[in-house]
């Protein structure tokens, strides 16, 4: 059911983090291509349904298809749904089954037999991705650092081929921030289906988003004038907006001193050369307030 997300993408992706060859999508859907159930016409659009078939071959008669490699052990199956106001929005739901080919039967039984050749591959499997993972966003994360507060657009074929949503363009990068020092982050969106920016830690793993503001996006962030046009995000230790003297959208540092950052166009409508990009600058918390 598709729920009032603003953006809820499903795609098929193949390998794994630290195998060879990366974790590259293979097929893409958002709702916006879906093909709804019959009779969802009548119902509210938060309640439509649909049905996604995941195979290596298009059925007959699939509406929405996602292809799947024909080795079915390197397949993966993931949904993102990009929220702009968790307090209002209600999620997709979402439910999954095996069907036999041809058949149109659930699959299911019981499970095949566990020998020890099965258990030595899941566990070194297991630890292919432990350590592919994390070796693969601390390389990132180094890589960064060379231009620390910054935001870059980060390449899209490096994106793809680690498993990022192909209609959002990224900017990956690091930040560091002294006593009293402020990250200003000027953006002003591209005609695009939402953005939002997020504060990480090294390993690229969001702050603690339940009990501090650690990002914002384009249904929350506040404007800096009335035409909805540009936004300044300020990262910082102490909230600058304090006095009142000042209007931005402040993130949290949660007491970290340094991590990674993303800022991401989610679905662009204009080519990448034609992205109007982020622009930043650091400057003290008194310097902000003296403007």
């Known amino acids: 059911v598709r729920g009032t997300v603003g953006y809820l993408g499903l795609g098929t992706q193949t390998g794994r983090y ?13 709702a916006e291509q879906l093909v709804y159930d019959e009779g969802s016409a009548a119902v509210a659009e938060a309640d439509r349904s649909f049905t996604v078939v ?15 490699t ?13 929220f702009g106001d968790r307090r209002s929005e209600v999620a997709a739901r979402l439910s999954i089954s095996c069907r036999h080919a041809g058949e149109g039967v659930e699959g299911g039984g019981a499970p095949s037999r566990l020998t020890a050749e099965k258990l030595d591959e899941g566990l070194q ?10 070796a693969m966003f601390c390389k990132w ?4 650092q060379a231009h620390t507060n910054e ?12 498993g990022g949503d192909p209609n959002i363009r990224y900017y990956h990068s690091a930040w560091r921030l002294g006593p009293g020092e402020v990250l ?24 603690d988003y339940r009990y501090h503001n650690v990002h914002t996006n384009s249904t929350l962030a506040r404007p800096d004038d009335d035409d909805d046009a540009s936004y300044t995000i300020l990262v910082a230790h102490d909230d600058p907006n304090a006095d009142g003297c000042f209007r931005g959208n402040w993130i949290q540092t949660t007491g970290h001193e340094c991590g990674t950052m993303c800022f991401r166009w989610i ?18 918390l008194d310097a902000l307030m003296a403007c």
């Open 18 to 30: 630290g195998g060879k060859g990366g974790l590259s999508t293979v097929d893409y859907l958002e």
């Open 125 to 134: 499997a297991a630890a292919v991705l432990a350590a592919g993972a994390s």
């Open 70 to 82: 024909p080795e079915p052990r390197e397949a993966m199956f993931i949904v993102r749904q990009t």
């Open 141 to 144: 994360a180094y890589g960064f």
């Open 54 to 68: 995941l195979s290596a071959v298009r059925p007959a008669g699939a509406s929405n298809w996602l292809r799947l």
């Open 267 to 284: 679905a662009p409508r204009v080519p990448d050369d034609q992205l109007v990009h982020p622009k930043t600058d650091v400057c003290t």
């Open 184 to 207: 200003r982050i000027r953006a002003r969106p591209a005609p695009c289906r939402a953005w939002n920016f997020q504060l990480n830690n090294h390993w690229m793993e969001s702050l």
């Open 151 to 162: 935001l870059p657009l980060f390449d899209q074929l490096r994106s793809n081929k680690a």
